[in-house]
């Protein structure tokens, strides 16, 4: 997906936040501020959004001289999930159909996104996924995916997410590769997230070599490449996710909310949409 004028304010607003969070003096946020101007005059037109988040991130960080800004979040949201893990294993347990109550699971987990900076009620939101329809359903097409494939690439978004994402995995009969970013990003999850989350319980964690929001495959490592390549099948959690990979051929079946304007225009749905966008020919790619 290209990055849009209407990325621009955010990506400003999404520099103050992370600044803020990283205590930044009023002087030395205004520096980062000008500063994201700058890049952003040197954006390429064909970038993705996340190429600009990730360059905002690590400025802060470098100017800030915090390595994770938001590490306090994180480790609340994770600890506010785990929380809620024994009743949303019990959800899909008596659900008529576990497949379908695990994935929304693993959507409702979306809401936790420090990148939109807007408030949200965990429970209310899972009530709400559990209930509203898919905007785009591609339940059926992912069903069939999962009995034809033998192996599961699960590309994680958020800490605390990836406590929801551990209920999905947990219902999957087959091996999973969690993967998560190789340094901190807003509150993406890195490895040390998802051991909190108890991910290598379920599944073997691998970094994708980057600290980028989503993933941005020029930047991710030759390891995460070859695995990416040779996936049959794969999970790819949130917007920046989408963001980064929905232009390009892969086996992958998008499962995010639609939380932005503009990733909501990208996927012709209103803003709050339950999404599971399944690859344009899924049938060719496990053949």
Known sequence: MKTYLDCY????????????????????QRHILLETMDQLRALPAYATPPVMAEIIHRTVRRETHTPDPYARSKRDATAQAMTLLPGLRERVREAP?????????AIAGNIIDDGMAEPFDLEANLARVLEQPFAIDGLARLRKALKDADSLLYLADNAGETVFDRVLIEFLALPVTYVVKAGPVINDATREDALSAGLDVVSHIMDNGSDAPGTVLEHCSAAFREQFARASLMIAKGQANYET??????????????????????LNVPVGSVVLKAPVDTDAFLR
């Open 9 to 28: 304010p955010c990506f400003l607003r999404q520099a103050l936040s992370a600044a803020r969070q990283a205590e930044a003096s009023v002087e030395l």
């Open 97 to 105: 159909d576990p497949l379908e109550t695990a994935v929304r699971i």
């Open 245 to 266: 990979l929905s232009g390009i051929q892969a086996p992958v079946f998008f499962l995010l909310q639609a939380k932005c304007p503009v990733i909501a225009d990208d």
